[in-house]
């Protein structure tokens, strides 16, 4: 799996809240049309990660880099237009608008109409419940329905790299095997996956390589089999 | 009241009622995305009547630096009316560069940066007040050109005469709503300013430069903001650089009346409040600015969220 240039490479990476260090030194690669899974407890830095990635918290030191350029100058917007689509936490879905304006602005850097129009109907075929739901208000939908439309949102600016935050959080088993279903079809259709996950189980089932994090900072990592069976893995994460 | 007497009040409470609706979007425009109620608007109101006035080709007063000074050409008043209302959302632009954004990157305190919206809005005020001193000015005559003092929409034995200038502001202020609401709610531009005033952070991770969006939403704010000044100086006349201070209070009724960072609420609460100053017994006009407070007290007693607002006012 590792050959080849990284798609996403954190070197370093370091970031404070205020007077906390919230990630420290962290090193991090992803490959092109991989999954690959950061573990940990509640507040050991995952989403901090990604949302540093996403560069809607500032890093203080290190570097980010995408296809090799670094995002350390980019603006959260560019970063979307670079091919990082982030799927937030809590899914944040815009409640007080509808299923499709919510779908559309994930279109938001895109221009190509007919494209778009395509690929709407694409989310609808992956999530059914979701045209069904069409003119409702985001915020009416149940959270499972939520997660369905965050992702389905983030896909509708086509990007190469999803950055997925805690996707089972809060929803049924059904409803999160079928989350998980459309993601490994997702991956098996050409997107790369770094996925934050406290279900550590389901994340190194669909995942080929992990990263366990513990107060920010990267304790070990290994393929996801290997760490499936790593005794510190078993007893801290996995129960 | 004369049903004919109705009418013709009613029509004029629409009229100026619309001018406050869309007076009340700049204030609620900005509300919605930041949280914050923006002072300067007023001010910006007051800015958007002189510039018109000036690009009309009018002569300013004898005070101020630019005393007698007047433009070596001037434009038709609709165009004048559109470029003075560009200009004034360029000003709401610069305050926004120069106040607002500076305040929101070092995350000062809501409050801070209200009080500072009221401080732009005295500098403006007293700028203006050096430039074209603190007269009176009223629009010639000569901007309604061909058009007669009034019209008649009834017959000559029971007539229902309403001044011109009345359907003109009424006319463009409507226009003016429906082209903010097609562009709000079926554009692209428009869904984001939805998504930005929903949920910025959200917005920006899916590629909306939000601060892009919040400079535009000044823009539109101060536009509008321009419009209703040139549109209310039209109608009365421009009482001076304050002119948009008392107006401001009146616009802050409205966007609370009608629940704040609401638009269908500001549009509601701008022509609720136009109608019921013009139905208003002819003894009783000296209380006419009273009369939007009264009903803001009395609405706000039974429905503290406003006629249209969400019962959850906090941002979280």
């Known amino acids: 799996m590792s050959a080849g240039t990284p798609l996403l490479e954190l070197k370093h990476l370091t970031v404070h809240y205020g007077a906390i260090q919230a990630l420290k030194d962290i090193h991090l690669v992803v490959y092109p049309g991989e999954v690959v899974t950061l573990i940990g407890a509640n507040g050991a830095g995952k989403s901090t990660t990604l949302r540093a990635i996403s560069r809607i918290i500032a890093a203080k030191a290190g570097e980010i880099l995408f296809e090799g350029q670094s995002l350390l100058a980019e603006r959260p917007d560019r970063v979307v237009r670079m091919g990082i689509a982030h799927v937030p936490e809590g899914r944040r879905v815009l409640a007080r608008m509808t299923v499709e304006d919510n779908l559309l602005l994930g279109a938001y850097i895109r221009g190509d109409s007919a494209g778009i129009a395509d690929d709407l109907e694409q989310q609808f075929e992956r999530f059914p419940r979701l045209r069904e739901r069409r003119e409702q208000l985001a915020g009416t939908l149940s959270g499972g329905e939520q997660q369905m439309l965050a992702i389905a949102r983030a896909l509708m600016s086509r990007p190469r790299l999803l950055l997925l935050d805690e996707p089972s959080l809060g929803l049924a088993p059904i409803v999160v095997r079928e989350i998980f279903a459309t993601l490994r079809q997702l991956n098996s259709a050409g997107v790369t996956v770094l996925l934050v996950e406290q279900n550590a189980t389901l994340a190194l089932q669909m995942a080929a390589r992990g990263y366990v994090l513990e107060a920010g900072s990267i304790k070990f990592s290994d393929t996801a089999d290997k760490l499936m069976i790593d005794e510190r893995v078993k007893q801290a994460y996995l129960g | ?316």
Do not use: C
Not at chain 2, 266 to 278: D, H, M, P, R, S
């Open chain 2, 1 to 316: 009241m004369e049903l004919t007497t109705l009418l013709q009040q009613l029509i004029n409470g629409l009229s100026i009622g619309s001018v406050y609706a869309i007076f009340a979007l700049g204030y609620t425009l900005i509300f919605s995305i930041l949280g914050i109620i923006n002072f300067a608007h007023g001010a910006v109101f007051t800015l958007g009547a002189y510039f018109t006035y000036a690009l009309t080709g009018a002569r300013f007063g004898f005070n101020g630096i630019f005393a007698e000074a007047q433009l070596p050409f001037g434009l038709p008043f609709l165009l004048a009316l559109f470029v003075g209302a560009g200009l004034a959302g360029l000003v709401g632009v610069l305050v926004e560069r120069a106040l607002f954004r500076p305040l929101r990157a070092r995350g000062a305190d809501p409050l801070l940066t209200l009080v500072s919206s009221l401080g732009i809005a005295v500098a403006l005020v007293n700028t203006i007040q050096y430039f074209v001193g603190a007269e009176v000015y009223s629009f010639p005559s000569s901007v309604l050109q061909g058009l007669p003092p009034s019209v008649n929409f009834g017959t000559p034995e029971a007539p229902l005469v309403v001044r011109t200038v009345q359907l003109v502001i009424g006319v463009i202020s409507l226009v003016i709503l429906v082209v903010l609401t097609w562009f709000i709610n079926r554009t692209k531009t428009g869904r984001a300013l939805r998504a930005v005033a929903e949920d910025s952070t959200t917005s920006s991770l899916l590629g909306i430069n939000t601060d892009r969006l919040i400079l535009l939403t000044f823009f539109i704010s101060g536009f509008v903001g321009g419009i209703a000044g040139t549109l209310v100086g039209l109608s009365v006349t421009i009482t001076g650089p304050y002119f948009g201070i008392a107006f401001g209070l009146k616009g802050l009724a409205v966007i609370v009346l009608g629940g704040l960072g609401n638009i269908p609420g500001a549009v509601l609460g701008g022509i609720v409040i136009g109608i019921a100053e013009n139905l208003l017994p002819s003894s009783a006009v000296a209380y006419k600015d009273a009369i939007a407070f009264a009903i803001l007290f009395v609405v706000l007693l039974i429905r503290p969220q406003g006629l249209l607002g969400r019962t959850q006012v906090q941002k979280v």
